[in-house]
Antibody
Framework: QVQLLQSGAEVKKPGASVKVSCKASGYMFTTYGISWVRQAPGQGLEWMGWISTYNGNTNYAQKFQGRVTMTTDTSTSTVYMELRSLRSDDTAIYYC?????????WGQGTLVTVSS | QPVLTQSSSASASLGSSVKLTCTLSSGHSSYIIAWHQQQPGKAPRYLMKLEGSGTYNKGSGIPDRFSGSSSGADRYLAISNLQSEDEADYYCETWDSNTQVFGGGTKLTVL
C-alpha cells in the first residue's frame, strides 16, 4: 500500500534552516510528483510547492520562492523540503502528499517549531 | 489560478445529514476538485475526487455515507447518518499546472 513516511519533529531558532524528509513506498516512485503542504496552528492547509520525482523539476508557491528548496533522491525514494531563514510564523506541521493515479495520499506530518 | 471558497463552519445532529459546499472562482467552474477530511490532531485524509459532472471516486475505505455532487461552480460533499467521528475539518482542493489550491476549510460540528 502507498505510504509516505516523514522525518521527526524539529525545533529550530529564528534564522536557521530545517530539512524535512518524506520517504515513499508502495508505488513506482518516479511516476508521481510530491507536494509539500503546511498547516500553522489552528489554520488551514497551505500549499508550498511540488517536485517531479522523475526529473527533479519544481514549482514553488510564490510566497516561498527563494526560501524553499525541494529535492528528490530516487535511490531511496525520498523527497526533501528545506526551508531557510526560519521565522516564528513558520511554526507549523509540514505534510508531504502525492496523487497516485487519482487518489491522494498524505504523510503523517512533521512538526517544525521555530522559537528562540 | 482558481480560488476555492468554503463556509467556515457547519453543524448537524448525530444521525442526520449535512451537505458542505465548495465554490470555484469565476472561469474555473469546470475544474475537478478533491475533498479531504482532517480529524482533530490527525493528518488530512483523502475522501474523494469530484468532477463537474457530479461523478465522484472515493478513496479506499471511505464509507458509503459520504457522497459528492456538483452544480455549476459548486461542489458538494454530503454526509448521511452523521457519526461522532465525522466531526472534523473538511477541505476542498484543486490543481492547475502542478499548482495546488486549498479552500479555507469547513469545521463540522456533530451535535
Amino acid at each position: 500500500q502507498v505510504q509516505l513516511l516523514q522525518s521527526g519533529a524539529e525545533v529550530k531558532k529564528p534564522g536557521a534552516s530545517v530539512k524535512v524528509s518524506c520517504k515513499a513506498s508502495g508505488y513506482m516512485f518516479t511516476t508521481y510528483g510530491i507536494s509539500w503542504v503546511r498547516q500553522a496552528p489552528g489554520q488551514g492547509l497551505e500549499w508550498m510547492g511540488w517536485i517531479s520525482t522523475y526529473n527533479g523539476n519544481t514549482n514553488y508557491a510564490q510566497k516561498f520562492q527563494g526560501r524553499v528548496t525541494m529535492t528528490t533522491d530516487t535511490s531511496t525514494s525520498t523527497v526533501y523540503m528545506e526551508l531557510r531563514s526560519l521565522r516564528s510564523d513558520d511554526t507549523a506541521i509540514y505534510y508531504c502528499a502525492t496523487k497516485v493515479t487519482t487518489v491522494e495520499y498524505w504523510g503523517q506530518g512533521t512538526l517544525v517549531t521555530v522559537s528562540s | 489560478q482558481p480560488v476555492l471558497t468554503q463556509s467556515s463552519s457547519a453543524s448537524a445532529s448525530l444521525g442526520s445529514s449535512v451537505k458542505l459546499t465548495c465554490t470555484l472562482s469565476s472561469g474555473h467552474s469546470s475544474y475537478i476538485i478533491a475533498w479531504h477530511q482532517q480529524q482533530p490532531g490527525k493528518a488530512p485524509r483523502y475522501l474523494m475526487k469530484l468532477e463537474g459532472s457530479g461523478t465522484y471516486n472515493k478513496g479506499s475505505g471511505i464509507p458509503d455515507r459520504f457522497s459528492g455532487s456538483s452544480s455549476g461552480a459548486d461542489r458538494y460533499l454530503a454526509i448521511s447518518n452523521l457519526q461522532s467521528e465525522d466531526e472534523a475539518d473538511y477541505y476542498c482542493e484543486t490543481w492547475d499546472s502542478n499548482t495546488q489550491v486549498f479552500g479555507g476549510g469547513t469545521k463540522l460540528t456533530v451535535l
